[in-house]
């Protein structure tokens, strides 16, 4: 049943995807009903069965085994009457070709006029005045912006299921969007930006289920790059979409605690069960799926992302580590701890080191703070602090003189990986966050950093400590208990850093007792016996 726009949109892409078409253009105007039109570049259809297409039950589809209730089709469906029931509330022309001389015009309105069209292989749909005599219908639809809504979203949920298919998408004569058809780091790109594509793994996995082998492919982005919705995270079966409550389920498990509570991630998973155990007629318009074997497919599922997500994770930290036994970039000069030893670790804070006469005592969060705001600060030297966006913007009330500073400022915030437009009335929309290789900032940082620039604070150093902040997230913390080889690999990493005896906030990372001290607090003569 048509009962908005989208729908027929979604039918007349699935008929382009079964007629094995590789572009698929869509135009809208408006929310759709005064324009939709699919271009496809699939097989065509001949006269005679494009006259027959648009006749109630004309499906050239049907298996042969339709009683069956789990079915193997391939199609992306078969009821035969989609494009007769959008006939039948708006005005349909069907433009095709087979691979003739000349293709076949079809205008079908109150009657079914046929001429002769010119026309490469493929097929035009256009579908103009929808619901044009159903006023109930037009009263039941959203509004513009959000009928358009939908029909963006459907189409951002085929490209990213059918990565190996172009999509364009045209509202009111621009593009809104459109991949490449080369695969899902293109679609993302296409459908996102390159910030959220370059954040993303793609995802392989199969498994053998009882009824035959069982794959997951797809693309997560990482962790760092999230959303206030569910909605980004997307579910196709064999290419087809579908909101699957399960499925979603199963993709945000995956990604275990790697993401906070109230946030979800992006993600785009296909899966192809074994032939016959899916049935994908199970809900009129499509959107869940009837699955034999749920409770395995679910676990595959989440298999799949978690594991996919623990091999790019471990990528990523090549590029920015923050763990102790990376070596940092060598440093010009000999390691200031080269024959220090750690003899003790006291109240799972310090470390206590002997280094000739005196006992050095570090501490282990300073120390890391420095190692990894090094680490940080080396991976982002030559470019602007790269953007996790936020969805949807925030709008942050910072008062006229922080909002006077954002509009002084900007090219510094963009530098600093800020996303910022003036709202008026001391109002800011934020869209987007700094995140150095995957520690993403919170929008408090922007406040604070805007009031010491309205303070009068200069702007150089900024970035420093920005970067700073953000080394302190992922480094060790008081009562994190260090083994000793841990705290010699510590030790390690901070003499290869370049100002090794302070933390990037300017506190120390290292006392020193010399043995001088320890004598005098016991009233000893000497220092040492011989
Ligand atoms: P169904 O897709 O369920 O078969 P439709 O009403 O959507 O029913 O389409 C009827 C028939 O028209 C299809 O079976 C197919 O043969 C043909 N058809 C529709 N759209 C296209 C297209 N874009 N390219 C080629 N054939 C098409
Ligand atoms: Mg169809």
Redesign the pocket.
Known sequence: MITRPARVVA??V???L??G?ERIDVTVDGDGTDRIR?A?D????SRS??ER??ERH????LPAETEADLTGVS???????????IADCATLELV?NDGDAVGTKLRVDDEVIVSNAGRAR??T?TVTDLFADRPARRESLAGKAAEFGRISELLARYALARPDVRFSLTHNGNETFATSGSGLEDALLGVYDAGTASRSTVIHHETALDDGAFSVDGICCYPSVTRSTRDHVRISVGGRPVTDTGLRRAVVTGYGSLVAGNKYPIAAIDIKPPAGTVDPNVHPAKEEVGLAAREAVEAAVETAVSEALTAADARRTDAAATDLETELAAVDRSDPFGEVRVIGLFRDLYLLCEDGDELLVVDQHAAHERVNYERLRSAVAEESVPTAPLEPPETVSVGPAAAAAAETHTDLLADLGFEVDAFGGGTLRVSGLPAPLGRVADTELLVETLDQLAAGQQPEGKRDELLADLACHPSLKAGDRLTTDEAEQLLDRLGECEQPFACPHGRPTVCSLDESTLAAGFERGSTRFR
Request: proline share 0%.
């Open positions: 039918e007349l699935d008929n382009a079964d007629a078409a699919v496809d699939g097989c065509g259809l069965d494009a297409a648009v004309a499906t050239s589809k199609t992306l469906g078969f009821r035969g009457e989609a494009l007769a029931a095709t493929g097929t749909v």
